[in-house]
């Protein structure tokens, strides 16, 4: 039996407090339906108290959005938890996110307060956000730093409160994976309630170990992993939706399964990149341009006698164009001569090796060598031949 990992895409939330990547409520609602197509079971849709045009957002998400669930984040203030429920009110399925800081550090920092009184306000702020629905998100954030015995009682008290999901964030991306993992396996040892809720992985990857923990909680017992486009968002970003999602899909091992439709990832990749101006790495699992490319000697021969030699994916699997040789000065004679057999040119062994040695001359002086090279350097031998 394969259990379901849900996938909670913060991409517009999470991933557009990236500076510069200001959404309008239009681009918003177009890619929260793209996302709703992608397969993703939450979409956190904004923040509605930060700004009119947020409220706007989630707003006009929550009309167009049919089979996902919309979220909306709040801090645990009665406001925020009333701005957000009538930010979600058209939703067919609205969920409200809220929380509050539980590290010593947060609560010292920035509340200025103690353990007992933010157990309180958490407890409080899920009774709040009952009035307005019973799919509720508590986060616990800066759980990764927070103290394991009083992260337990404040999850035990919130899901009593009514929280059916609680988010588990490693907001600083401090965690090692074995760590994120045992926090996850502690409060399942020890929160008398947790079979009430589903926990939540949100990780961050300021050491980048978002990905690894999310896969660390989901294997500790977690069900859903936040994660948005790109690994987009604060800092060093969040885990990455389409890493996550092929983990799961290659790890068969793992008896994971998600409702996401693998072959959009490449076109939702470059389209979240373009309006959100951010580029993606080439390097990139997944979706960057090298992610299926091949250029040393030693893999070209390799992946020309057999694609699995140094593919674990198939590059049509993920929506992504077909794998790549690049001819570079690192490139061997098998495909050079696949190349130009290719281009419609074949050569004995004695004319690739001529061929090779003019090609090594080419490449040393350019970063990749073009079918208009080779096409000149084939009409040479030719004439010559
Ligand atoms: O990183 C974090 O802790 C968050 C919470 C607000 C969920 O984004
Ligand atoms: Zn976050």
């Keep these: 039996m394969m259990d379901k990992i849900i996938i909670f895409d913060t991409t517009l939330r999470d991933g557009e407090q990236v500076p510069g990547c200001k959404l309008n409520t239009k681009e918003k609602v177009e890619l929260a339906l793209d996302l709703e197509h992608l397969g993703v079971d939450v ?23 049919t089979n996902a669930t919309v979220c909306a984040l709040s801090r645990a203030v009665e ?11 058209y939703a067919k399925r609205p969920r409200i996110h809220t929380g509050i800081g539980t590290s010593d550090l947060h609560i010292k920092s920035k509340f200025n307060s103690n353990r007992e009184d933010i157990l309180a306000r958490a407890i409080q702020c899920v009774k709040w956000a009952r009035k307005y629905t019973d799919n509720i998100e508590f986060y616990a954030e800066d759980a990764g730093r927070t103290d394991n015995d009083y992260l337990a009682r404040v999850i035990e008290g919130v899901i009593k409160a009514g929280a059916t999901t609680v988010n588990i964030p490693d907001t600083t991306g401090y965690c090692l994976p074995y760590q994120y993992g045992e926090k996850i396996a502690y409060l399942i040892n020890n929160v008398s309630n947790i079979d009430q809720a589903v926990i939540s992985c949100h990780c961050h990857n300021d050491l980048g170990l978002a990905t690894a923990n999310s896969i660390a909680g989901v294997i500790s017992g977690a069900r859903q992993i936040e994660c948005t486009i790109n690994g987009l968002g604060e800092r060093a970003g969040n885990t990455s939706l389409e890493e996550v999602v092929m983990i799961i899909k290659q790890h068969k091992d793992l008896n994971f399964y998600t409702s996401i439709d693998a072959t959009q990832l490449n076109p939702m990749s470059r389209k979240v990149s373009d309006i959100m101006r951010m580029p993606v790495q080439p390097n990139k699992a997944i979706v960057g341009s090298n992610a299926f490319s091949h250029s040393s000697g030693i893999h070209q021969d ?84």
């Design 43 to 65: 979409i956190e849709a904004g923040f509605p108290i930060s700004s009119p045009g947020d409220f706007a957002s989630v707003n006009e998400i929550s009309k167009s959005i």
């Design 79 to 89: 406001k925020d938890i009333q701005v957000a429920g009538e930010a979600l009110k």
């Design 302 to 385: 390799g992946f020309l006698k057999n694609a699995e030699t140094y593919e674990i994916i198939n590059p049509l699997e993920v929506g992504a164009d077909d794998s790549k040789i690049v001819l570079t000065a690192r490139s061997g004679r098998s495909a050079l001569a696949h190349r130009f057999k290719k281009l419609g040119y074949e050569f004995d062994r004695n004319g690739v090796d001529v061929l090779y040695d003019w090609f090594l001359q080419v490449a040393d002086g350019k970063k990749e060598v073009e079918d208009a090279d080779l096409t000149l350097l084939a009409e040479k031998y030719k004439e010559r031949n």
